[in-house]
């Protein structure tokens, strides 16, 4: 049986990634392929806790900096080995809300840790499995802000982090978009209708391909 394909979706908070996960999952589903989605942080037992760690300090405490990288890939490292190769060695395809781009924007362009280190850091947990396509979901800064803020909840420990921490972050995604041949990028700031359409154009052509190949 063919290798399933390995889909991300990446992007700043707010700019649809679930929204459009679940939409594409749907539309691959009604293209007869079996999908499987999960998450980061999360998609596992450990995952999920790790996520509760990050996000809202659930410790008692914030991580450092390097101890956030870590859980990061610590949550990563669980999620490929325990849900995303097998699922991948079934024949599935995995689509999954944010991956390795995360860590390199957040902690590389954000934090401002060596992207390098970041690499070779990311590549040991993942065991150097690469998304077989990313789809990069841009929204201007101050509409992620508002979409953020429309939200019930309070706001999560990155949510709550400076204007240029959030810009550092939008520009290291473009960067990695404009150097980086399997990242699509895709305006989300129209109708999410409009969004949906932008997504499957980039993944339909995919796809295509997949099946003249297979
Ligand atoms: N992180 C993560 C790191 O720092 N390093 C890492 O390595 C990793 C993996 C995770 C946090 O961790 C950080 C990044 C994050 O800060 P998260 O909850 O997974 O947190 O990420 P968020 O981006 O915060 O998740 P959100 O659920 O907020 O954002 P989504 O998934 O992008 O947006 P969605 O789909 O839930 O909601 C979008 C809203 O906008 C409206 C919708 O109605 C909805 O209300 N909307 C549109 N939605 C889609 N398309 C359009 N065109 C829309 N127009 C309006």
């Known amino acids: 049986m063919a290798r399933g394909r390995f889909i991300t979706l990446e992007g700043p908070e707010g700019a649809g990634k679930s929204t459009h996960l679940a939409l594409l999952a749907e539309r691959l589903r009604a293209e007869g392929i079996a999908v499987r989605t999960t998450r980061e942080p999360g998609g596992t037992k450990l995952g999920e806790a790790v996520r509760g760690l990050l996000q809202y300090d ?17 949550s990563r490292a669980q999620l490929v080995q325990e849900l995303i190769l097998p699922a991948l060695r ?3 395809w995995v689509l999954c809300d944010r991956f390795c ?4 924007a957040y902690q590389g362009y954000g934090r401002g840790m060596d992207l390098a280190a970041l690499h070779a850091l990311n ?5 150097r499995l690469e998304p077989d396509l990313t789809l ?32 550092r972050l939008a520009e290291g995604f473009r960067a990695m978009a404009r150097e980086c041949g399997r990242i699509r990028r895709i305006d989300s700031s129209g109708t999410p209708e409009q969004t949906a359409e932008a997504v499957w154009a980039a993944v339909s052509p995919f796809l295509q391909k997949e099946r003249e190949d297979a």
């Open 58 to 74: 659930a410790a008692g405490e914030a991580p450092v900096p390097r101890a956030e990288l870590l859980l990061f890939l610590a």
């Open 90 to 92: 079934r024949g599935e």
């Open 101 to 104: 781009d995360s860590t390199f």
């Open 123 to 127: 590549a040991f947990a993942t065991d």
């Open 136 to 167: 990069l979901l841009d929204i201007p800064q101050a509409e992620s802000r508002a979409r953020v803020a429309g939200r019930d909840g309070p706001a999560d420990r990155f949510e709550r982090e400076r204007d240029d921490f959030h810009r």
